[in-house]
T-cell receptor
Framework: AQTVTQSQPEMSVQEAETVTLSCTYD???????LFWYKQPPSRQMILVIR??????QNATENRFSVNFQKAAKSFSLKISDSQLGDTAMYFC????????????FGTGTRLKVLA | DAGVIQSPRHEVTEMGQEVTLRCKPI?????LFWYRQTMMRGLELLIY????????DSGMPEDRFSAKMPNASFSTLKIQPSEPRDSAVYFC??????????????FGPGTRLTVL
């Protein structure tokens, strides 16, 4: 069975600085998808970035980028130039692209951006 | 596109009452998911539909919970009778179920349920 681990329950970063959130996963699959979702205080779950395991190039979306290391089963999220609006819970998720399309979520990292 | 729509946004009820949560997925999406989020258990998948058919309901806690999807644009999650331990935020999500972005789930704003 697949598992997703986020080992940092809480983190803080100064505004305009860079922060990296960790995510590791365990799977025997070769092809899969990985996601980072953001949940601000409004509680809306917002997709931040997605990565396909067969792609070696790390995904990037504006200030958000990932460091995907398939062999190490690691999928960290880097937020550059942190903004106050980045304050949120961040969830890492794994999906096997066959069968039920179910997500396996990590327990989340609470990020606070300090002014 | 309006995104996934959920109603009500907040629901307060008394123990023993029936509660019905509603979801309208994104038009054209053919997969729909119901999640429950609590501090203790995090995000839990309750049930998943594909083309209006329940595919996996292994996460449904007990017989008090039921979900239906009578058509492609509407789903309900019902709790009868409700209990205080059902208090949580319930999310509905949909995904295209085909094409390039089969995998990506889009979440609604959630319903915060409080059972007194």
């Amino acid at each position: 069975a697949q598992t997703v681990t986020q080992s940092q329950p809480e983190m803080s970063v100064q505004e305009a600085e860079t922060v990296t959130l960790s995510c590791t996963y365990d799977t025997s699959e070769n092809n899969y998808y990985l996601f980072w979702y953001k949940q601000p205080p409004s509680r809306q779950m917002i997709l931040v970035i997605r990565q396909e395991a067969y792609k070696q190039q790390n995904a990037t979306e504006n200030r958000f980028s990932v460091n995907f290391q398939k062999a190490a089963k690691s999928f960290s999220l880097k937020i550059s130039d942190s903004q106050l609006g980045d304050t949120a819970m961040y969830f890492c998720a794994f999906m096997k692209p066959s069968g039920t399309y179910k997500y396996i979520f990590g327990t989340g990292t609470r990020l606070k951006v300090l002014a | 596109d309006a995104g996934v729509i959920q109603s009500p946004r907040h629901e307060v009820t008394e123990m023993g009452q029936e509660v019905t949560l509603r979801c309208k997925p994104i038009s054209g999406h053919n997969s729909l998911f119901w999640y429950r989020q609590t501090m203790m258990r995090g995000l839990e998948l309750l049930i998943y539909f594909n083309n209006n058919v329940p595919i996996d309901d292994s996460g449904m806690p007990e017989d008090r919970f039921s979900a239906k999807m009578p058509n492609a644009s509407f789903s309900t999650l019902k709790i009868q009778p409700s209990e205080p331990r059902d208090s949580a935020v319930y999310f509905c999500a949909s995904s295209p179920g085909g094409g390039q972005y089969t995998d990506t789930q889009y979440f609604g704003p959630g319903t915060r349920l409080t059972v007194l």
